[in-house]
């Protein structure tokens, strides 16, 4: 199996045993994103827009390291501190798609790392 670890300095670093993404073939797999400033241990969460669109910011530098955007996102999966933050993170979340959306799940979960609102992973095609 060709497997490539993907770590770059333009997306936050990993806060446990895991890489940012792993390309295999023609399938890039990025690991779930916080709102975390690269580089620094800031959290973005003024508000859930400011916190989305951070999230947001992560995924396409790492999608931008392997000459991806999110035309290239094939699947999503968003995980919420609440579902009430629902609307608030699909509105942000779809200003980033144009046109065809890539299949996702949503999710509520007990708890997030750094206790933040939102997490978000993703799988494109190259």
Same mark, same amino acid.
């Given at each position: 199996? @060709? ?6 300095? #333009? *997306?936050? #670093? ?6 940012? #993404? ?12 916080? *709102?975390?400033?690269?580089?620094? @241990? ?6 859930? *827009? @400011? ?9 396409? #530098? ?18 919420? !501190? @609440?579902?009430?933050?629902?609307? !608030?993170?699909?509105?942000?979340y779809g200003q980033y798609f144009i046109g065809d959306y890539p299949a996702r799940e949503t999710v509520a ?9 939102v997490e978000i992973s993703m799988i494109a095609a190259l």
């Open positions: 199996m @060709d497997k490539k670890v993907i770590n770059i300095t #333009a *997306a936050p #670093a990993p806060i446990g045993p895991y890489n940012q #993404a792993i390309k295999t073939g023609n399938l890039l797999f990025i690991s779930g994103q916080i *709102a975390l400033v690269p580089g620094t @241990d800031t959290l973005i969460i003024a508000t859930l *827009a @400011d916190e989305t669109h951070q999230v947001m910011k992560n995924l396409s #530098a790492i999608l931008e390291s392997e000459n991806a955007g999110f035309a290239n996102v094939v699947k999503t999966t968003i995980f919420l !501190s @609440d579902m009430a933050h629902f609307s !608030s993170v699909n509105e942000v979960v007990k708890g997030l790392p750094k206790n933040v609102n």
